[in-house]
């Protein structure tokens, strides 16, 4: 079983920078589609960022390109969030999402992922 635990929320004034991070165990499959989603009250679960294990490609959604940067890290089995020039509307409670690499059909989709990290909120202050 995959299990997934993030770190590196909290509040930040508008234009700062915060980096998330998400530690994964429990991995069977020799490459993964690792994501963050985002959650803000009253709003669907939306994807922010998606990597391809295997080889590197990333996706992001049209809101956080240009600020936001997914990466990894193999070895400590690790997915990073770096979040540069912070807006309000960038407030939400971040999760970090995993499945293997053939089952996910789109980076960005909820229903593609089946293992949740817990989440770490992110506030982001005018």
């Known amino acids: 079983q995959v299990q997934l635990v993030e770190s590196g929320g909290g509040s930040v004034q508008a234009g700062g920078s915060l980096r998330l991070s998400c530690t994964a165990s429990?991995?069977?499959?020799?490459?993964?589609?690792m994501a963050w989603f985002r959650q803000a009250p009253g709003k669907e679960r939306e994807g922010v960022a998606a990597?391809?294990?295997?080889?590197?490609?990333?996706y992001y959604a049209d809101s956080v390109k240009g600020r936001f940067t997914i990466s990894q890290d193999n070895a400590k089995n690790s997915l990073y969030l770096q979040m540069n020039s912070l807006k309000t509307e960038d407030t939400a409670m971040y999760y970090c999402?995993?499945?293997?690499?053939?089952?996910?059909?789109?980076?960005?989709?909820?229903?593609?992922?089946?293992?949740w990290g817990q989440g770490t909120q992110v506030t982001v202050s005018s």
């Open positions: 429990g991995y069977t499959y020799p490459s993964y589609y």
């Open positions: 999402a995993a499945d293997r690499a053939g089952r996910v059909l789109t980076t960005l989709r909820r229903e593609s992922y089946r293992y």
């Open positions: 990597i391809y294990t295997g080889g590197g490609c990333t």
